[in-house]
């Protein structure tokens, strides 16, 4: 039997991390519909919560070992690089509010009309060149922060999948399928197909919340 390295133990304790961070990224995700908050301020709160979740899957898939060449966690699972989870734009938008506030001030002036908090489609606010600060169509999962539009619901299905592509992995060293070492130098895994399909991990995640 292969002895297990600290190095092994910190593969296996990032995996689990990222299965629970992407758990919890789904709650948040399920209280983005309005009538399942308590008011406006639950949904976007629940938006900054699920967006800061997935930003600690990203964060927890692009952490690398002291190899060379160094190998990350995302490798290990097959995540690539060009995941939807690592799009950082919306992320860095509500990090460095302070800078964006700043920045968009200046390019649309005082004299713009703005809409801060909003539900619905924009449709709905017949308000000439109003600047959407923040605001969340439920109907199209499109959370828009300062007239940019990112869709939740795509980065949701990304989530669910690396989700259950975690959970395979645990699974399987659970059940030996697989043993240490979990890092090989040789090459980068291909991509993994989850044994559970995201629309079973949504039922899951439904069955447990």
């Given at each position: 039997?292969?002895?297990?390295?600290?190095?092994?133990?910190?593969?296996?304790?990032?995996?689990?991390?990222?299965?629970?961070?992407a758990?919890?990224a789904?709650i948040?995700?399920?209280?983005?519909?309005?009538?399942?908050?308590?008011?406006?301020d639950?949904?976007?709160?629940?938006?900054?919560?699920?967006?800061?979740?997935?930003?600690?899957?990203?964060?927890?898939?692009?952490a690398?070992?002291?190899?060379?060449?160094?190998k990350?966690?995302?490798?290990?699972?097959?995540?690539?690089?060009?995941?939807?989870?690592?799009?950082?734009?919306?992320?860095?938008?509500?990090?460095h509010?302070?800078?964006?506030?700043?920045?968009?001030?200046?390019?649309?002036?005082?004299?713009?009309?703005?809409?801060?908090?909003?539900?619905?489609?924009?449709?709905a606010?017949?308000?000439?060149?109003?600047?959407?600060?923040?605001?969340?169509?439920?109907?199209?999962?499109?959370?828009?922060?300062?007239?940019?539009?990112?869709?939740?619901?795509?980065?949701?299905?990304?989530?669910?999948?690396?989700?259950?592509m975690?959970?395979?992995?645990?699974?399987?060293?659970?059940?030996?399928q697989?043993?240490?070492?979990?890092?090989?130098?040789?090459?980068?895994?291909?991509?993994?197909?989850?044994?559970?399909?995201?629309?079973?991990?949504?039922?899951?995640?439904?069955?447990?919340?």
């Amino acid at each position: 039997m292969t002895t297990r390295t600290p190095k092994d133990f910190w593969v296996e304790m990032s995996i689990r991390e990222i299965s629970t961070q992407a758990h919890f990224a789904g709650i948040a995700f399920s209280h983005l519909d309005p009538k399942a908050a308590a008011n406006n301020d639950a949904v976007f709160s629940s938006i900054h919560s699920f967006l800061s979740h997935c930003a600690m899957v990203s964060k927890m898939l692009a952490a690398k070992d002291d190899g060379k060449p160094p190998k990350s966690i995302g490798d290990v699972l097959g995540v690539s690089c060009t995941s939807l989870i690592h799009q950082r734009v919306f992320r860095n938008h509500l990090e460095h509010y302070d800078e964006r506030l700043k920045a968009w001030i200046k390019k649309y002036a005082l004299k713009s009309m703005i809409g801060t908090y909003n539900i619905g489609p924009k449709s709905a606010m017949q308000i000439p060149d109003l600047v959407f600060v923040s605001h969340y169509d439920p109907a199209s999962g499109i959370f828009t922060f300062v007239n940019d539009n990112f869709d939740l619901t795509m980065m949701f299905a990304e989530v669910q999948r690396i989700q259950a592509m975690a959970d395979d992995w645990v699974h399987c060293i659970e059940t030996g399928q697989t043993s240490p070492p979990f890092i090989h130098r040789r090459n980068i895994m291909p991509a993994r197909q989850p044994r559970h399909s995201a629309e079973e991990t949504a039922r899951r995640h439904d069955e447990i919340t």
